[in-house]
């Protein structure tokens, strides 16, 4: 089991950057694919990127790609997420998840655990 602690959200202009992270407990962090969902208000929860164990491989929402940054410090049991060229349309609450799986997932329903989320707002 492994228990996932968010940090890094808060208030940002359009175009500003924030870096998210995730603090994995448990020696097993490097054994799992993790990902990065979101879920704003009224909407459901969305995928935004995905890595396998060793970071070799990502995969993010289009919405996305070009933008964000995920990674991974197997070492420091800490999963991040860069946000640059931030846009309004990019705030909600950012979730980390772990899934036990090999390949990264898009799905939620893939994933075996979860974090509580940090809030990330966009201003215009």
């Known amino acids: 089991q492994v228990q996932l602690v968010e940090s890094g959200g808060g208030l940002v202009q359009a175009g500003g950057s924030l870096r998210l992270s995730c603090a994995a407990s448990?020696?097993?962090?490097?054994?799992?694919?993790m990902g990065w969902f979101r879920q704003a208000p009224g909407k459901e929860r969305e995928f935004v990127a995905a890595i396998n164990w060793s970071g070799g491989t990502t995969h993010y929402a289009d919405f996305v790609k070009g933008r964000f940054t995920i990674s991974r410090d197997n070492a420091k049991n800490t999963l991040y997420l860069q946000m640059n060229s931030l846009k309004p349309e990019d705030t909600a609450v950012y979730y980390c998840a772990a899934d036990h799986g090999l390949v990264p997932s898009t799905t939620a329903q893939a994933y075996d655990y979860w974090g509580q989320g940090t809030q990330v707002t966009v201003s215009s």
């Open positions: 448990g020696r097993t962090f490097s054994t799992y694919v």
